[in-house]
């Protein structure tokens, strides 16, 4: 199992960088490819970024490409989420995910382990 525990939300300013962070205990961290998603207020969750075990790159959603870059550090088990420029429409509960495949992949039914999730506000 992999249980993800995310940090580093909260409040900003339109234009500020924030970086999101993921720790994931348990021993298959190694073979699990890691996303993130948000969901706001009143809307479905959405993807945003998915990293694979090494090898198997990245995902990134439009709305977010080349503000956002998502990256993991294998030996401490983390998965990071830069956000920079940020904007009030990224407002949202930022949730961590896991999946016992190496792949990263878009949608959230292919995510096995969900953190308990962090709130992003941005204002403008």
């Known amino acids: 199992q992999v249980q993800p525990v995310e940090s580093g939300g909260g409040l900003v300013q339109a234009g500020d960088s924030l970086r999101l962070s993921c720790a994931a205990s348990?021993?298959?961290?190694?073979?699990?490819?890691m996303g993130w998603f948000r969901q706001a207020p009143g809307k479905e969750r959405e993807f945003v970024a998915a990293?694979?075990?090494?090898?198997?790159?990245?995902l990134c959603a439009d709305s977010v490409k080349g503000r956002f870059t998502i990256s993991r550090d294998n030996a401490k088990n983390t998965v990071y989420l830069q956000m920079n420029s940020l904007k009030p429409e990224d407002t949202a509960v930022y949730y961590c995910?896991?999946?016992?495949?190496?792949?990263?992949?878009?949608?959230?039914?292919?995510?096995?382990?969900w953190g308990q999730g962090t709130q992003v506000t941005v204002s403008s």
């Open positions: 995910a896991a999946r016992t495949w190496p792949q990263p992949r878009v949608y959230a039914s292919d995510y096995h382990y």
């Open positions: 348990g021993r298959t961290f190694s073979s699990s490819a």
């Open positions: 990293i694979g075990w090494t090898g198997y790159g990245t």
